[in-house]
């Protein structure tokens, strides 16, 4: 149903260096590059840019998110460790959500501009 999603920075080159050793992890790759915004994309998968604004300055949405979805459990681990590394701010631990251990495993974090992410997997270990 989305075909993609974008984010504002007021950084672009901070926020490149974030979403290039994130995209390194989960298999994306720089699709498209302007001076305004880079552009991430996994194989057959969603599109998603990160870009200076249109007009102003970029702030986090209240309740925006946007989602990965995860090859297994450890790279949802990965990915979340290496975001709080980066600088982002952890939101959610990685960990079973609901009562299926076989079921939605996630973890939750914010990049450096305060943009909320959630990283998941469904299915067993």
């Known amino acids: 149903m989305i075909a993609g999603g974008r984010f504002g920075t007021n950084d672009l080159e901070r926020a490149?260096?974030?979403?290039?050793?994130?995209?390194?992890?989960?298999?994306?790759?720089?699709?498209?590059?302007?001076?305004?915004?880079?552009?991430?994309?996994?194989?057959?998968g969603s599109i998603f840019l990160i870009g200076r604004?249109?007009?102003?300055?970029?702030?986090?949405?209240n309740g925006n998110q946007l989602t990965i979805e995860a090859k297994s459990r450890?790279?949802?681990?990965?990915v979340h460790a290496k975001a709080?590394?980066?600088?982002?701010?952890?939101?959610?631990?990685?960990?079973?959500?609901?009562?299926?251990?076989n079921g939605f495993y996630g973890a939750y974090f914010r990049d450096l501009d305060g943009n909320k992410w959630v990283i998941y997997r469904f299915g067993p270990a």
């Open 16 to 44: 490149k260096r974030f979403y290039d050793a994130i995209a390194e992890l989960t298999g994306a790759k720089v699709v498209m590059e302007r001076a305004d915004l880079v552009a991430y994309q996994a194989e057959g």
């Open 53 to 61: 604004p249109f007009a102003g300055e970029a702030s986090a949405g």
């Open 74 to 78: 450890e790279m949802v681990d990965a």
């Open 84 to 101: 709080l590394a980066l600088g982002g701010t952890d939101e959610g631990s990685p960990g079973i959500r609901g009562d299926d251990p």
